[in-house]
Protein backbone atom coordinates (compact mmCIF):
# COMPACT_ATOMS: atom_id res chain seq x y z
CA UNK A 1 0.00 0.00 0.00
CA UNK A 2 1.65 3.26 -0.98
CA UNK A 3 2.47 5.56 1.73
CA UNK A 4 2.51 9.39 1.20
CA UNK A 5 6.49 9.56 2.68
CA UNK A 6 7.64 13.13 3.69
CA UNK A 7 9.51 15.16 0.99
CA UNK A 8 11.64 16.28 3.30
CA UNK A 9 11.30 17.89 7.14
CA UNK A 10 11.60 21.20 6.54
CA UNK A 11 12.68 23.65 9.49
CA UNK A 12 10.23 26.32 11.03
CA UNK A 13 11.74 29.40 10.17
CA UNK A 14 12.86 28.18 6.91
CA UNK A 15 9.11 26.98 6.31
CA UNK A 16 7.71 30.66 7.44
CA UNK A 17 9.86 32.20 5.03
CA UNK A 18 9.12 29.86 1.87
CA UNK A 19 4.99 30.54 3.00
CA UNK A 20 5.18 33.99 2.72
CA UNK A 21 7.45 34.19 -0.48
CA UNK A 22 4.74 32.90 -2.66
CA UNK A 23 2.09 35.66 -1.96
CA UNK A 24 3.40 38.24 -4.68
CA UNK A 25 2.27 34.89 -6.89
CA UNK A 26 -0.58 34.69 -5.04
CA UNK A 27 -4.57 35.13 -6.98
CA UNK A 28 -5.18 37.21 -3.77
CA UNK A 29 -6.29 41.04 -4.10
CA UNK A 30 -3.76 43.38 -2.34
CA UNK A 31 -6.77 46.08 -1.50
CA UNK A 32 -10.33 46.80 -1.97
CA UNK A 33 -12.22 49.72 -1.51
CA UNK A 34 -15.56 49.63 1.22
CA UNK A 35 -18.26 51.96 2.46
CA UNK A 36 -16.74 53.60 5.92
CA UNK A 37 -19.93 52.81 7.45
CA UNK A 38 -18.84 49.21 6.58
CA UNK A 39 -15.20 49.52 7.21
CA UNK A 40 -14.99 48.57 11.45
CA UNK A 41 -12.80 46.04 11.92
CA UNK A 42 -10.48 46.02 8.37
CA UNK A 43 -6.89 46.82 8.38
CA UNK A 44 -5.99 50.62 6.04
CA UNK A 45 -4.19 49.68 3.24
CA UNK A 46 -2.74 53.03 2.64
CA UNK A 47 -2.83 56.27 4.75
CA UNK A 48 -6.36 58.22 4.89
CA UNK A 49 -6.21 62.34 5.76
CA UNK A 50 -9.07 64.22 7.17
CA UNK A 51 -10.72 66.18 3.97
CA UNK A 52 -12.52 68.25 6.79
CA UNK A 53 -12.58 70.32 9.86
CA UNK A 54 -14.76 69.18 12.90
CA UNK A 55 -16.33 71.18 13.75
CA UNK A 56 -16.31 73.19 11.03
CA UNK A 57 -17.65 76.02 12.74
CA UNK A 58 -17.19 77.88 16.38
CA UNK A 59 -19.88 75.76 18.81
CA UNK A 60 -21.11 76.74 22.00
CA UNK A 61 -19.76 73.85 24.78
CA UNK A 62 -22.36 75.22 27.25
CA UNK A 63 -25.94 76.41 27.62
CA UNK A 64 -26.17 80.02 28.63
CA UNK A 65 -24.87 83.06 26.76
CA UNK A 66 -22.36 84.15 24.09
CA UNK A 67 -20.33 87.10 24.89
CA UNK A 68 -17.45 88.82 23.89
CA UNK A 69 -15.02 88.11 26.76
CA UNK A 70 -13.79 91.68 26.68
CA UNK A 71 -17.25 93.02 27.81
CA UNK A 72 -17.70 91.12 31.28
CA UNK A 73 -13.41 91.87 32.30
CA UNK A 74 -14.18 93.68 35.85
CA UNK A 75 -16.77 91.41 37.15
CA UNK A 76 -16.68 90.15 40.22
CA UNK A 77 -18.71 89.15 43.54
CA UNK A 78 -18.39 92.77 44.72
CA UNK A 79 -18.26 94.43 41.43
CA UNK A 80 -21.19 92.77 39.06
CA UNK A 81 -22.12 93.71 35.88
CA UNK A 82 -24.92 93.69 33.62
CA UNK A 83 -25.36 92.71 29.79
CA UNK A 84 -28.57 93.54 27.70
CA UNK A 85 -29.71 90.34 25.93
CA UNK A 86 -29.44 90.83 22.33
CA UNK A 87 -26.60 93.44 22.89
CA UNK A 88 -23.72 92.31 24.37
CA UNK A 89 -24.93 88.58 25.35
CA UNK A 90 -27.03 86.06 23.46
CA UNK A 91 -29.09 83.16 24.65
CA UNK A 92 -27.43 79.53 23.33
CA UNK A 93 -27.40 75.68 23.48
CA UNK A 94 -25.37 73.85 23.27
CA UNK A 95 -23.94 72.99 20.11
CA UNK A 96 -25.08 76.61 18.35
CA UNK A 97 -23.10 78.49 16.37
CA UNK A 98 -21.26 81.39 17.99
CA UNK A 99 -23.06 84.62 17.14
CA UNK A 100 -20.79 86.81 15.36
CA UNK A 101 -18.39 89.15 17.41
CA UNK A 102 -18.51 86.97 20.32
CA UNK A 103 -15.65 84.51 21.91
CA UNK A 104 -17.48 83.05 25.08
CA UNK A 105 -19.82 81.67 26.55
CA UNK A 106 -21.38 82.00 30.00
CA UNK A 107 -23.17 79.09 31.71
CA UNK A 108 -26.60 79.29 32.62
CA UNK A 109 -25.60 78.47 35.98
CA UNK A 110 -23.91 81.57 36.45
CA UNK A 111 -26.28 84.00 35.41
CA UNK A 112 -29.39 86.27 37.53
CA UNK A 113 -31.81 87.93 35.72
CA UNK A 114 -31.74 91.12 36.75
CA UNK A 115 -34.68 92.43 35.16
CA UNK A 116 -36.50 90.90 31.84
CA UNK A 117 -33.68 91.21 28.98
CA UNK A 118 -31.25 91.90 31.46
CA UNK A 119 -28.74 89.46 33.20
CA UNK A 120 -25.94 89.63 35.76
CA UNK A 121 -22.73 87.96 35.84
CA UNK A 122 -20.33 88.10 38.99
CA UNK A 123 -17.57 86.36 37.17
CA UNK A 124 -15.33 87.54 34.06
CA UNK A 125 -15.05 84.94 31.49
CA UNK A 126 -11.82 84.44 29.39
CA UNK A 127 -11.22 83.88 25.86
CA UNK A 128 -12.76 80.66 24.36
CA UNK A 129 -14.46 79.63 27.70
CA UNK A 130 -17.34 76.68 26.87
CA UNK A 131 -16.36 77.62 22.99
CA UNK A 132 -15.34 74.57 20.99
CA UNK A 133 -13.28 76.01 18.56
CA UNK A 134 -13.17 74.85 14.62
CA UNK A 135 -11.13 71.53 14.49
CA UNK A 136 -10.81 70.96 18.09
CA UNK A 137 -11.58 67.40 17.03
CA UNK A 138 -10.23 67.20 13.50
CA UNK A 139 -8.33 69.26 11.45
CA UNK A 140 -8.38 69.09 7.80
CA UNK A 141 -5.28 67.83 6.70
CA UNK A 142 -4.82 65.15 9.62
CA UNK A 143 -3.59 61.53 9.70
CA UNK A 144 -6.67 60.06 10.96
CA UNK A 145 -5.45 56.37 9.69
CA UNK A 146 -1.89 55.05 9.07
CA UNK A 147 -1.23 51.84 6.89
CA UNK A 148 -1.74 48.36 8.44
CA UNK A 149 -3.66 50.72 11.29
CA UNK A 150 -6.87 48.75 12.52
CA UNK A 151 -10.08 50.26 11.69
CA UNK A 152 -12.15 50.42 15.35
CA UNK A 153 -15.14 51.45 15.67
CA UNK A 154 -14.34 55.09 16.59
CA UNK A 155 -12.53 55.24 13.70
CA UNK A 156 -15.79 54.66 11.66
CA UNK A 157 -17.26 58.24 13.47
CA UNK A 158 -13.65 59.57 12.87
CA UNK A 159 -13.48 59.01 9.48
CA UNK A 160 -17.39 60.07 8.64
CA UNK A 161 -16.63 63.46 10.53
CA UNK A 162 -13.45 64.11 8.51
CA UNK A 163 -15.15 63.43 5.02
CA UNK A 164 -14.28 60.34 4.67
CA UNK A 165 -16.72 57.86 2.50
CA UNK A 166 -15.14 55.01 1.52
CA UNK A 167 -11.52 53.99 2.43
CA UNK A 168 -8.61 51.12 0.90
CA UNK A 169 -8.39 48.46 2.84
CA UNK A 170 -6.67 44.80 3.10
CA UNK A 171 -8.65 41.89 1.66
CA UNK A 172 -10.78 39.28 3.78
CA UNK A 173 -10.00 36.39 1.90
CA UNK A 174 -12.28 34.01 2.26
CA UNK A 175 -10.83 30.58 3.81
CA UNK A 176 -12.71 27.25 2.96
CA UNK A 177 -11.99 24.28 5.64
CA UNK A 178 -12.83 21.19 4.63
CA UNK A 179 -12.34 18.42 7.17
CA UNK A 180 -10.94 14.85 5.91
CA UNK A 181 -11.76 11.33 7.89
CA UNK A 182 -14.01 8.42 7.50
CA UNK A 183 -13.91 8.22 10.99
CA UNK A 184 -15.07 11.72 11.65
CA UNK A 185 -18.67 12.52 14.03
CA UNK A 186 -20.13 15.83 14.41
CA UNK A 187 -19.21 17.35 18.31
CA UNK A 188 -23.04 16.48 19.04
CA UNK A 189 -22.66 13.30 17.85
CA UNK A 190 -21.89 10.56 20.44
CA UNK A 191 -18.45 8.68 19.00
CA UNK A 192 -17.81 5.18 18.60
CA UNK A 193 -14.74 3.18 19.33
CA UNK A 194 -12.45 4.38 16.10
CA UNK A 195 -14.54 7.52 15.41
CA UNK A 196 -13.22 10.91 16.36
CA UNK A 197 -14.77 14.17 17.26
CA UNK A 198 -14.61 17.09 14.48
CA UNK A 199 -13.72 19.92 16.21
CA UNK A 200 -10.48 21.33 14.62
CA UNK A 201 -12.62 23.08 11.80
CA UNK A 202 -14.62 25.31 14.37
CA UNK A 203 -11.10 25.91 15.82
CA UNK A 204 -9.61 26.80 12.37
CA UNK A 205 -12.47 29.17 12.05
CA UNK A 206 -11.94 31.01 14.87
CA UNK A 207 -8.29 31.71 14.03
CA UNK A 208 -9.38 32.38 10.78
CA UNK A 209 -11.91 35.03 11.97
CA UNK A 210 -9.31 36.88 14.19
CA UNK A 211 -7.14 36.90 12.10
CA UNK A 212 -9.17 38.96 9.63
CA UNK A 213 -10.61 36.24 6.82
CA UNK A 214 -14.02 34.84 6.43
CA UNK A 215 -14.00 31.13 6.72
CA UNK A 216 -16.33 28.28 5.50
CA UNK A 217 -16.45 25.47 6.45
CA UNK A 218 -17.11 22.14 4.04
CA UNK A 219 -18.75 19.31 5.29
CA UNK A 220 -16.44 16.71 5.88
CA UNK A 221 -14.83 14.51 3.09
CA UNK A 222 -14.63 10.45 2.98
CA UNK A 223 -11.08 9.24 2.91
CA UNK A 224 -11.20 8.63 -0.53
CA UNK A 225 -8.68 9.84 -3.01
CA UNK A 226 -11.11 10.74 -6.34
CA UNK A 227 -13.38 12.54 -3.75
CA UNK A 228 -10.72 14.76 -1.78
CA UNK A 229 -9.32 15.51 -5.71
CA UNK A 230 -12.77 16.41 -6.56
CA UNK A 231 -13.89 18.89 -2.99
CA UNK A 232 -10.48 20.18 -3.36
CA UNK A 233 -11.22 21.34 -6.72
CA UNK A 234 -14.72 22.93 -5.73
CA UNK A 235 -13.71 24.94 -2.79
CA UNK A 236 -10.33 26.43 -4.56
CA UNK A 237 -13.29 28.26 -7.36
CA UNK A 238 -15.25 30.05 -4.84
CA UNK A 239 -12.55 30.55 -2.04
CA UNK A 240 -9.03 32.37 -1.68
CA UNK A 241 -7.20 30.09 0.79
CA UNK A 242 -7.79 26.19 1.71
CA UNK A 243 -7.36 24.29 4.87
CA UNK A 244 -7.00 20.53 4.15
CA UNK A 245 -7.30 18.71 7.82
CA UNK A 246 -6.18 16.11 8.10
CA UNK A 247 -4.50 13.59 5.47
CA UNK A 248 -1.14 15.12 5.19
CA UNK A 249 0.63 12.71 7.43
CA UNK A 250 2.35 9.57 6.23
CA UNK A 251 -0.70 7.00 6.81
CA UNK A 252 -1.92 4.95 3.78
CA UNK A 253 -5.22 6.78 3.82
CA UNK A 254 -3.56 10.30 3.73
CA UNK A 255 -3.69 11.57 0.11
CA UNK A 256 -3.64 14.91 0.54
CA UNK A 257 0.22 15.23 -0.78
CA UNK A 258 -0.48 13.23 -3.60
CA UNK A 259 -3.30 14.52 -4.50
CA UNK A 260 -2.14 18.15 -4.65
CA UNK A 261 0.89 17.16 -6.35
CA UNK A 262 -1.43 16.07 -9.20
CA UNK A 263 -3.08 19.36 -9.40
CA UNK A 264 -0.74 21.63 -8.15
CA UNK A 265 3.16 22.36 -6.82
CA UNK A 266 3.68 20.86 -3.29
CA UNK A 267 6.44 23.46 -1.44
CA UNK A 268 6.51 21.71 1.82
CA UNK A 269 5.66 18.66 3.41
CA UNK A 270 6.26 17.73 6.53
CA UNK A 271 8.24 20.80 9.41
CA UNK A 272 11.28 20.30 11.56
CA UNK A 273 8.94 20.97 14.68
CA UNK A 274 6.75 18.87 17.24
CA UNK A 275 3.62 18.85 17.52
CA UNK A 276 3.15 20.27 14.45
CA UNK A 277 5.47 17.74 11.93
CA UNK A 278 2.84 16.34 9.92
CA UNK A 279 1.92 19.97 7.82
CA UNK A 280 1.60 20.64 4.13
CA UNK A 281 2.16 23.59 1.91
CA UNK A 282 0.75 24.18 -1.70
CA UNK A 283 -0.09 26.15 -4.57
CA UNK A 284 -3.01 25.38 -6.76
CA UNK A 285 -3.99 27.75 -9.23
CA UNK A 286 -2.35 30.11 -8.00
CA UNK A 287 -4.12 29.93 -4.43
CA UNK A 288 -2.75 28.74 -0.95
CA UNK A 289 -3.57 25.27 0.51
CA UNK A 290 -2.64 24.36 3.49
CA UNK A 291 -2.20 20.50 4.91
CA UNK A 292 -2.83 21.14 8.26
CA UNK A 293 -2.47 18.08 10.66
CA UNK A 294 -5.49 16.35 12.70
CA UNK A 295 -4.07 16.17 16.34
CA UNK A 296 -5.59 19.39 17.88
CA UNK A 297 -2.67 20.22 19.53
CA UNK A 298 -0.33 20.20 16.64
CA UNK A 299 -3.23 21.38 14.31
CA UNK A 300 -3.04 24.96 16.73
CA UNK A 301 0.89 24.67 16.68
CA UNK A 302 1.16 24.89 13.08
CA UNK A 303 -1.55 27.66 12.54
CA UNK A 304 0.24 29.70 15.25
CA UNK A 305 3.43 29.31 14.15
CA UNK A 306 3.09 29.35 10.35
CA UNK A 307 -0.37 30.23 8.96
CA UNK A 308 -0.89 33.17 11.42
CA UNK A 309 1.82 35.21 10.02
CA UNK A 310 0.64 34.45 6.21
CA UNK A 311 -3.01 35.65 6.62
CA UNK A 312 -1.37 38.88 8.95
CA UNK A 313 0.63 39.49 5.39
CA UNK A 314 -2.39 39.37 3.52
CA UNK A 315 -5.31 40.71 6.13
CA UNK A 316 -2.66 43.15 8.47
CA UNK A 317 -4.87 42.11 10.90
CA UNK A 318 -3.62 42.20 14.95
CA UNK A 319 -3.68 40.30 17.32
CA UNK A 320 -5.88 41.88 20.02
CA UNK A 321 -4.06 42.61 23.09
CA UNK A 322 -5.25 42.68 26.69
CA UNK A 323 -2.35 43.67 28.88
CA UNK A 324 -1.78 46.27 31.74
CA UNK A 325 1.64 47.66 32.41
CA UNK A 326 2.62 50.56 34.97
CA UNK A 327 4.09 54.21 32.99
CA UNK A 328 4.84 57.47 34.08
CA UNK A 329 3.41 60.41 32.62
CA UNK A 330 5.73 63.13 30.89
CA UNK A 331 3.58 65.70 32.57
CA UNK A 332 1.34 66.14 35.60
CA UNK A 333 -2.59 65.11 34.94
CA UNK A 334 -4.98 67.15 37.28
CA UNK A 335 -8.36 65.67 37.56
CA UNK A 336 -11.02 66.18 39.68
CA UNK A 337 -12.09 64.38 42.80
CA UNK A 338 -15.76 62.98 42.79
CA UNK A 339 -15.09 61.32 38.96
CA UNK A 340 -13.22 58.48 37.26
CA UNK A 341 -11.36 59.56 34.72
CA UNK A 342 -10.07 57.73 31.95
CA UNK A 343 -7.21 59.44 29.91
CA UNK A 344 -6.06 58.05 26.52
CA UNK A 345 -2.34 57.82 25.94
CA UNK A 346 0.45 56.98 23.44
CA UNK A 347 3.23 54.80 25.10
CA UNK A 348 6.66 54.25 24.54
CA UNK A 349 9.86 52.99 26.53
CA UNK A 350 12.72 54.56 27.33
CA UNK A 351 15.29 52.16 29.24
CA UNK A 352 13.23 50.09 31.04
CA UNK A 353 10.53 52.75 31.86
CA UNK A 354 7.34 52.93 30.20
CA UNK A 355 6.36 56.85 29.55
CA UNK A 356 2.43 57.60 28.74
CA UNK A 357 1.71 61.02 26.36
CA UNK A 358 -1.37 62.16 27.59
CA UNK A 359 -3.87 62.73 24.17
CA UNK A 360 -6.33 65.29 24.50
CA UNK A 361 -9.14 64.82 27.00
CA UNK A 362 -12.21 66.88 25.48
CA UNK A 363 -15.31 65.19 25.58
CA UNK A 364 -15.74 66.02 21.66
CA UNK A 365 -12.52 64.78 20.54
CA UNK A 366 -13.20 61.45 19.24
CA UNK A 367 -9.42 61.35 17.30
CA UNK A 368 -7.30 60.89 20.56
CA UNK A 369 -9.58 57.62 21.29
CA UNK A 370 -8.79 55.90 17.96
CA UNK A 371 -5.08 56.65 18.34
CA UNK A 372 -4.63 55.71 21.68
CA UNK A 373 -2.05 52.75 22.76
CA UNK A 374 -4.00 52.26 26.15
CA UNK A 375 -5.96 54.14 28.59
CA UNK A 376 -4.71 55.28 32.31
CA UNK A 377 -7.77 55.36 34.68
CA UNK A 378 -7.66 58.00 37.79
CA UNK A 379 -9.64 57.06 40.19
CA UNK A 380 -12.55 59.52 41.84
CA UNK A 381 -10.86 59.78 45.11
CA UNK A 382 -7.37 61.38 43.26
CA UNK A 383 -6.83 64.77 42.21
CA UNK A 384 -4.40 63.59 39.08
CA UNK A 385 -1.40 62.11 38.33
CA UNK A 386 2.12 63.30 39.10
CA UNK A 387 4.76 63.00 36.43
CA UNK A 388 6.75 60.46 38.49
CA UNK A 389 4.32 58.05 40.17
CA UNK A 390 3.70 55.10 38.23
CA UNK A 391 0.23 54.43 37.38
CA UNK A 392 -1.42 51.52 35.70
CA UNK A 393 -2.39 51.52 31.86
CA UNK A 394 -4.70 49.11 29.92
CA UNK A 395 -2.92 48.38 26.51
CA UNK A 396 -4.61 48.58 23.74
CA UNK A 397 -1.91 47.00 21.30
CA UNK A 398 0.63 44.68 22.07
CA UNK A 399 3.84 45.50 24.84
CA UNK A 400 5.96 44.39 21.38
CA UNK A 401 4.37 46.73 18.97
CA UNK A 402 4.48 49.29 21.67
CA UNK A 403 8.19 48.91 22.09
CA UNK A 404 8.62 50.38 18.39
CA UNK A 405 7.04 53.59 19.46
CA UNK A 406 9.36 56.24 19.59
CA UNK A 407 8.66 59.40 21.83
CA UNK A 408 8.81 62.23 20.60
CA UNK A 409 7.96 65.25 22.43
CA UNK A 410 8.52 68.89 21.34
CA UNK A 411 8.02 71.19 18.13
CA UNK A 412 5.06 70.55 15.71
CA UNK A 413 5.60 70.05 12.47
CA UNK A 414 3.12 68.43 9.33
CA UNK A 415 6.16 66.56 7.95
CA UNK A 416 6.07 63.70 11.35
CA UNK A 417 2.78 62.82 9.99
CA UNK A 418 4.43 61.80 6.70
CA UNK A 419 7.24 60.15 8.28
CA UNK A 420 4.83 57.99 10.54
CA UNK A 421 3.29 57.13 7.08
CA UNK A 422 6.66 56.01 5.66
CA UNK A 423 7.50 54.08 8.46
CA UNK A 424 4.53 52.03 8.35
CA UNK A 425 4.44 51.49 4.91
CA UNK A 426 8.06 49.67 5.08
CA UNK A 427 6.64 47.57 7.88
CA UNK A 428 9.24 48.89 10.17
CA UNK A 429 7.44 48.14 13.41
CA UNK A 430 8.41 51.80 14.56
CA UNK A 431 6.07 54.66 15.06
CA UNK A 432 5.97 57.94 16.37
CA UNK A 433 4.44 59.13 19.30
CA UNK A 434 4.31 62.71 18.75
CA UNK A 435 3.10 64.90 22.00
CA UNK A 436 3.20 68.58 20.22
CA UNK A 437 4.36 70.72 23.33
CA UNK A 438 6.58 73.59 22.02
CA UNK A 439 10.57 73.30 21.24
CA UNK A 440 11.63 74.25 24.42
CA UNK A 441 9.17 72.38 26.31
CA UNK A 442 10.79 68.98 23.90
CA UNK A 443 14.33 70.25 24.86
CA UNK A 444 12.86 70.19 28.79
CA UNK A 445 11.82 66.83 28.37
CA UNK A 446 15.06 65.98 26.78
CA UNK A 447 16.58 66.98 29.51
CA UNK A 448 14.66 65.05 31.76
CA UNK A 449 14.59 61.68 30.18
CA UNK A 450 10.89 61.89 29.23
CA UNK A 451 10.95 62.01 25.25
CA UNK A 452 13.46 59.53 22.96
CA UNK A 453 14.04 63.06 21.06
CA UNK A 454 12.79 66.34 19.82
CA UNK A 455 12.62 69.09 17.56
CA UNK A 456 13.55 72.04 17.78
CA UNK A 457 13.53 75.28 15.42
CA UNK A 458 14.73 77.81 17.88
CA UNK A 459 15.80 81.84 16.81
CA UNK A 460 18.37 83.34 19.15
CA UNK A 461 17.61 86.84 19.16
CA UNK A 462 21.07 87.74 20.04
CA UNK A 463 23.28 85.65 17.77
CA UNK A 464 20.13 85.65 15.20
CA UNK A 465 20.97 81.92 14.89
CA UNK A 466 19.07 78.99 15.44
CA UNK A 467 18.97 76.13 17.77
CA UNK A 468 22.88 75.69 18.49
CA UNK A 469 22.51 78.60 21.35
CA UNK A 470 19.42 76.66 22.99
CA UNK A 471 21.54 72.92 23.02
CA UNK A 472 24.27 74.86 24.27
CA UNK A 473 22.43 76.60 27.04
CA UNK A 474 20.29 73.60 27.96
CA UNK A 475 21.86 70.56 27.45
CA UNK A 476 25.52 71.75 28.64
CA UNK A 477 25.95 68.38 29.98
CA UNK A 478 24.09 65.71 27.54
CA UNK A 479 25.73 64.72 24.50
CA UNK A 480 23.16 64.88 21.71
CA UNK A 481 23.22 64.50 17.68
CA UNK A 482 21.56 67.53 15.78
CA UNK A 483 20.03 66.20 13.06
CA UNK A 484 18.75 68.09 10.00
CA UNK A 485 15.50 67.79 9.34
CA UNK A 486 14.40 70.41 6.97
CA UNK A 487 13.64 74.36 6.10
CA UNK A 488 10.39 75.54 6.16
CA UNK A 489 8.87 78.97 5.62
CA UNK A 490 6.79 80.78 8.45
CA UNK A 491 4.99 83.66 8.08
CA UNK A 492 1.27 85.32 8.56
CA UNK A 493 -1.54 82.85 7.85
CA UNK A 494 -4.60 84.81 6.47
CA UNK A 495 -8.02 84.21 5.33
CA UNK A 496 -8.59 83.36 2.06
CA UNK A 497 -8.62 86.54 -0.22
CA UNK A 498 -7.12 88.64 2.34
CA UNK A 499 -10.28 90.64 4.05
CA UNK A 500 -8.28 92.31 6.09
CA UNK A 501 -5.54 93.21 4.29
CA UNK A 502 -3.07 92.52 6.10
CA UNK A 503 0.82 92.47 4.95
CA UNK A 504 3.52 92.48 7.50
CA UNK A 505 3.93 92.17 11.12
CA UNK A 506 2.93 95.91 11.69
CA UNK A 507 -0.52 94.49 10.69
CA UNK A 508 -0.67 92.71 14.14
CA UNK A 509 -0.62 96.18 16.12
CA UNK A 510 -4.29 97.38 14.25
CA UNK A 511 -6.98 96.95 16.87
CA UNK A 512 -9.17 95.44 13.68
CA UNK A 513 -6.96 92.23 13.46
CA UNK A 514 -7.73 89.30 15.82
CA UNK A 515 -4.54 87.03 16.57
CA UNK A 516 -4.45 83.84 17.54
CA UNK A 517 -0.74 82.48 18.74
CA UNK A 518 1.26 79.60 19.87
CA UNK A 519 1.69 78.17 23.60
CA UNK A 520 5.06 79.50 25.31
CA UNK A 521 7.92 77.61 24.55
CA UNK A 522 7.08 76.95 20.71
CA UNK A 523 9.65 78.34 17.79
CA UNK A 524 7.28 80.36 16.65
CA UNK A 525 6.54 82.11 19.48
CA UNK A 526 9.86 82.83 19.68
CA UNK A 527 10.18 83.92 16.53
CA UNK A 528 6.99 85.98 16.69
CA UNK A 529 8.37 87.95 19.48
CA UNK A 530 11.62 88.90 17.89
CA UNK A 531 9.77 90.14 14.91
CA UNK A 532 7.62 91.98 17.27
CA UNK A 533 10.72 93.52 18.98
CA UNK A 534 11.83 94.77 16.00
CA UNK A 535 8.88 96.48 14.68
CA UNK A 536 9.19 98.13 18.01
CA UNK A 537 5.69 96.35 18.97
CA UNK A 538 4.42 94.94 22.52
CA UNK A 539 2.83 91.82 23.08
CA UNK A 540 0.15 93.58 24.90
CA UNK A 541 -0.97 95.85 22.01
CA UNK A 542 -1.47 92.88 19.57
CA UNK A 543 -4.87 91.54 20.24
CA UNK A 544 -5.22 87.88 21.16
CA UNK A 545 -1.68 87.46 22.02
CA UNK A 546 -2.72 85.47 24.92
CA UNK A 547 -4.87 83.26 22.87
CA UNK A 548 -2.85 80.60 22.53
CA UNK A 549 -3.01 77.08 20.67
CA UNK A 550 -0.69 74.17 20.41
CA UNK A 551 0.03 73.23 16.56
CA UNK A 552 0.08 74.87 13.58
CA UNK A 553 -3.28 73.10 12.21
CA UNK A 554 -5.07 74.79 14.87
CA UNK A 555 -3.82 77.93 14.14
CA UNK A 556 -5.24 77.46 10.38
CA UNK A 557 -8.33 76.10 11.65
CA UNK A 558 -9.20 79.06 13.96
CA UNK A 559 -8.88 81.60 11.00
CA UNK A 560 -10.81 79.05 8.46
CA UNK A 561 -12.85 79.19 11.02
CA UNK A 562 -13.44 82.80 11.65
CA UNK A 563 -12.66 83.04 15.39
CA UNK A 564 -9.04 85.36 14.16
CA UNK A 565 -8.36 86.86 11.11
CA UNK A 566 -4.40 85.95 11.56
CA UNK A 567 -1.79 83.79 13.09
CA UNK A 568 1.80 83.14 12.95
CA UNK A 569 2.93 79.34 11.73
CA UNK A 570 4.09 77.73 8.52
CA UNK A 571 3.06 77.57 4.56
CA UNK A 572 1.86 74.23 4.76
CA UNK A 573 -0.49 74.50 7.51
CA UNK A 574 -1.79 77.72 5.67
CA UNK A 575 -2.08 75.11 2.14
CA UNK A 576 -3.90 72.78 3.73
CA UNK A 577 -6.27 74.81 5.25
CA UNK A 578 -6.55 76.69 1.72
CA UNK A 579 -5.29 79.87 3.73
CA UNK A 580 -3.56 82.60 1.99
CA UNK A 581 0.42 82.84 3.21
CA UNK A 582 2.65 86.04 3.75
CA UNK A 583 6.13 84.53 3.98
CA UNK A 584 8.42 86.35 6.86
CA UNK A 585 11.52 84.07 7.44
CA UNK A 586 12.77 80.71 6.44
CA UNK A 587 14.04 78.55 9.15
CA UNK A 588 15.89 75.43 10.06
CA UNK A 589 13.64 72.29 11.85
CA UNK A 590 16.45 70.20 13.42
CA UNK A 591 16.28 66.94 15.36
CA UNK A 592 17.74 66.69 18.80
CA UNK A 593 19.10 63.34 19.90
CA UNK A 594 20.40 61.97 22.75
CA UNK A 595 23.94 60.68 21.31
CA UNK A 596 23.45 57.06 23.10
CA UNK A 597 20.22 56.47 21.21
CA UNK A 598 22.08 56.66 17.61
CA UNK A 599 22.52 53.50 17.66
CA UNK A 600 19.02 52.38 18.57
CA UNK A 601 17.07 50.51 16.46
CA UNK A 602 14.49 52.70 16.01
CA UNK A 603 16.36 55.72 15.48
CA UNK A 604 18.16 54.21 12.28
CA UNK A 605 14.58 53.50 10.62
CA UNK A 606 13.74 56.74 11.35
CA UNK A 607 17.07 58.57 9.72
CA UNK A 608 16.58 56.17 6.74
CA UNK A 609 13.26 57.00 6.15
CA UNK A 610 14.07 61.10 6.23
CA UNK A 611 16.91 60.62 3.77
CA UNK A 612 14.91 58.59 1.50
CA UNK A 613 13.98 60.25 -1.79
CA UNK A 614 10.07 59.34 -0.68
CA UNK A 615 10.07 61.33 2.14
CA UNK A 616 11.85 64.40 0.46
CA UNK A 617 8.95 64.31 -2.45
CA UNK A 618 6.29 63.58 0.05
CA UNK A 619 7.45 66.85 1.94
CA UNK A 620 7.66 69.01 -0.89
CA UNK A 621 4.30 68.53 -2.31
CA UNK A 622 3.12 69.94 0.95
CA UNK A 623 4.53 73.42 0.30
CA UNK A 624 6.61 75.96 1.95
CA UNK A 625 9.60 73.08 2.72
CA UNK A 626 12.93 72.47 1.60
CA UNK A 627 14.15 69.13 2.59
CA UNK A 628 17.29 68.50 0.19
CA UNK A 629 19.76 68.28 3.08
CA UNK A 630 17.28 66.39 5.47
CA UNK A 631 19.15 63.67 7.41
CA UNK A 632 22.40 65.74 7.23
CA UNK A 633 24.18 66.36 10.84
CA UNK A 634 24.87 69.85 11.87
CA UNK A 635 28.32 69.48 13.88
CA UNK A 636 27.24 70.34 17.79
Known amino acids: ?200 SAMMAAYVTRDGGIPRILPPCADEEQILRQNIQAALKSADVLFVLSGSSAGSKDFTRGVLEGLGTVHIHGIAMMPGKPALYATLFDKPVFGIPGYPTSAALFYEEMVSPFMAAITGKPVPSSETLLAEVIRKIPSKLGQEELIRVRLGKIGDRWIAIPLPRGAGVLHSLSEADGVLRIPEDSEGVSERSPVSVQVRRSKKDIEGTLLFVGSHDLSLDRANELLAQRKTGVTLAIGAIGSLGGVFALKSGRTHLTAIHLLDPETKTYNLPYIRKYLPNRRVRLIHLLTRTQGLMVRKGNPKRITSIRDLYREDVQFVNRQRGAGTRVLLDVLLKEEGISPDAVTGYANEVATHTMVAAEIRGGMADCGMGIEAAARALELDFIPLAKEPYDLVIPEELMDDWRVRELLTVIRSDEFRNMVSALGGYDPSESGNEIPV
Not at 61 to 78: K, N, R
Not at 90 to 114: H, R
Not at 168 to 181: F, Y
Open 1 to 200: MKRSIYLTLTPPETARQKILSTLPTLAIPREEEVETIHAGGRIAARAVYARRSIPHYAAAAMDGVAVQAGETFGASEFSPKLLEIGRTAFWVNTGMPMPEGTNAVIMVEQLEEKQPGVIEIRQAAHPWQHVRPVGEDIVRGDILLLPGEEIQPVHVGVLLNGGIFSVAVKPRPVVAILPTGSELVPPEGTPKPGQVIESN
